[in-house]
């Protein structure tokens, strides 16, 4: 039975943490009891049926915090249904076409077999932390690229692919 969800994420300006958070909200209205945390925070994912992890893009790679989440626990990781999210271009990409995973998310997508990665646009905005934050914003190409529209419409995929599995868990 699926019913108890992780919804975690590395995020250093907390773009990625409200993009977790509508996505744990999705499931939530869903039925499932979706809990979101930080993925640094994460001691154990053994209480849970499912999980989410997300990610923020920085130069090309994931979060460091969603990497050391996954590796941490990647045996308990490989027993659940998993699913990956990615935040990070800052321009309208994102909502034009697919973003495939970078090639750290890819290798750890076929290490656990990751039911799904999607990549949604990032936000970037003036009081950012970090030079290089401070570099994109001076030269003018922050911004919010965030859909919530298309976040919430792939967490009800989620939500709705584990109430499909808990239901075919009932009736068998």
Known sequence: MTDTVLVTYGT??????????AVADVLRKDGLTAELLPAQSVTSVTAYDAVVVGGGLYAGRWHKHARRFVRRHRGELAKRPVWFFSSGP??????????????GVQREMTRLD????????????EGAKGRVAGMILR????????DFGVIEAWAQSVADALTHAQKGAERG
Not at 12 to 21: D, F, V, W, Y
Not at 90 to 102: K, N, Q
Not at 115 to 121: I, M, N, S
Request: net charge negative; glycine share 14%; with cysteine.
């Open 12 to 21: 250093t300006n907390g773009s990625t943490a409200r993009i977790a958070e």
């Open 90 to 103: 800052l321009d309208a990409s994102a909502s034009e076409r697919d973003i495939p995973p970078v090639r």
């Open 114 to 125: 990751v039911r799904e990665h999607v990549t949604f646009g990032g936000c970037l905005e």
């Open 139 to 146: 030269s003018g190409r922050g911004g919010d690229f965030r």
